[in-house]
């Protein structure tokens, strides 16, 4: 009997935990005893998810009960043409999804992108923000709260930054809803997405708030910050990055490469981003950009479930006279909360990192921040392309026939 096997006969007789195997055996070895069980216990072959390509000890720091890996297809778009105050170079972007048709419809895009001459992109807001939620006797001690910690933001922003050698603690905005206060702490994390960084760190500030204020504290998230949620305050307040990218396009180009015209794509955007997004009460004004979003996190290995934050875009398309006639369409696409980072998470696995070397973009930048903005900015861009495909097929009604040809 192998030692996978001996383990996965140990766990069924309950001699031990399903998570206290690598106590026992080296990570691979233990991750192999885990697909024995699965196997057994559910009659499946799980050839495929043990076909993995790196060490299981180098996933220990972002996964639990390991049994092996899986496998999304990636593929490549781009270059990515993008003027940004980051990045003002080309760039190709990894995408990984299972959606077919996806890719081609965002190469499209980027292919009338770099023919106008390349996307402005920009970082207009940067913060990464955690709430936790006090509890107070009333109204006048959540006003003496409030005021101390407006008093004594230097004390508060020592304490937070004790705990890190990167993060810089920005802003905290105060909320009362009756005895409980909510402190939104606002964080440069530089090149790390920086959640936990903004956790850490946000917890020694409370210290300081209980042993200073009436306040106690509940819960050190108290979901005003907002993560991983559908949330207002992050499409108006913004988190992570805030990004924007817009670029111009030709008439003539719209009509000889997108076969369509820049009256029309507006018109699309209108009715359909803009105003069929209000009254199905979206927080997202868009058409499809947490697709892009979703695939690029995948392959950089951003948390996938702040997609849900990403959807907070809104898309504008315009159609523009010029002096001879013609009617060019202004594109663009903000991203309230796009959260990203090229250090740390799963940035480090290794299929993930070598998508951010094919970015340019591995690890930390110089200066700090500068490659997490570049990844925000190129991100924007492929989701613009993705918005100007996909509106350009509405209205042309090309999108159905697209798919049938490619088979989806």
């Not at 050698?165 to 920005?170: I, N």
Request: overall charge negative; aromatic content about 4%.
């Amino acid at each position: 009997m192998t030692d996978a096997e001996d383990l996965a006969e140990r766990v069924r007789d309950g001699d031990l935990r399903i998570h206290e195997l690598e106590e026992h055996a080296d990570y691979d070895t233990a991750a192999h005893a885990r697909r024995l069980l699965v196997e057994r216990e559910t009659g499946t072959e799980l050839e495929a998810i043990g076909d993995y390509a790196f060490p299981a000890e180098q996933a220990d720091p972002n996964i639990e009960n390991m049994i092996g890996a899986a496998q999304v297809p990636m593929g490549v778009v781009g270059p990515v043409p993008v003027n940004g105050g980051a990045t003002d170079d080309e760039h190709y972007l990894p995408l990984a999804t299972t959606e077919g048709a996806l890719l081609a419809s965002v190469n499209r895009g980027l292919g009338v992108i770099r023919t106008a001459g390349g996307a402005d992109a920009r970082v207009t807001k940067n913060g990464m923000t955690r709430a936790p939620v006090f509890r107070v006797a009333g109204v006048a001690e959540a006003a003496e709260t409030v005021e101390w910690v407006e008093d004594n933001f230097e004390a508060l922003r020592e304490a937070a930054e004790s705990t890190t050698s990167h993060g810089e603690l920005l802003d905290i905005e105060p909320y009362v809803v009756g005895d409980s206060v909510f402190l939104r702490f606002a964080y440069d994390t530089k090149d790390a997405m920086g959640m936990n960084m903004a956790t850490i760190a946000t917890g020694e500030a409370c210290e300081l708030v209980e042993r200073e204020t009436p306040a106690s504290l509940v819960a050190l998230s108290g979901n005003l910050c907002s993560d991983k949620k559908p949330a207002a305050i992050n499409a108006v307040e913004g988190r992570g990055r805030s990004v924007t990218a817009d670029v111009l396009v030709p008439g003539e180009l719209v009509e000889d490469r997108l076969h369509t015209t820049a009256d029309a794509i507006a018109e699309a955007n209108t009715r359909k981003n803009l105003i069929g997004s209000a009254k199905a009460g979206s927080l997202g004004f868009n058409a499809h950009a947490a697709n892009v979003v979703g695939a690029a996190f995948l392959a950089t290995g951003q948390d996938e479930a702040q997609v849900v934050e990403a959807a907070n875009t809104i898309t504008t398309m315009d159609a523009r006279e010029r002096d001879d006639g013609t009617t060019d369409l202004y594109a663009s696409v903000s991203l309230a909360s796009l959260e990203v980072g090229t250090v740390g998470g799963g940035t480090k696995l290794p299929t993930q990192a070598e998508a951010l070397e094919v970015l340019g973009l591995r690890g930390g930048g110089d200066p700090p921040g500068s490659n997490a903005d570049a990844l925000a900015e190129i991100i924007a861009v492929g989701a613009l392309a993705g918005e100007l495909s996909l509106l350009a097929a509405l209205a042309s009604r090309h999108l159905a026939s697209a798919h049938e040809d490619l088979g989806r």
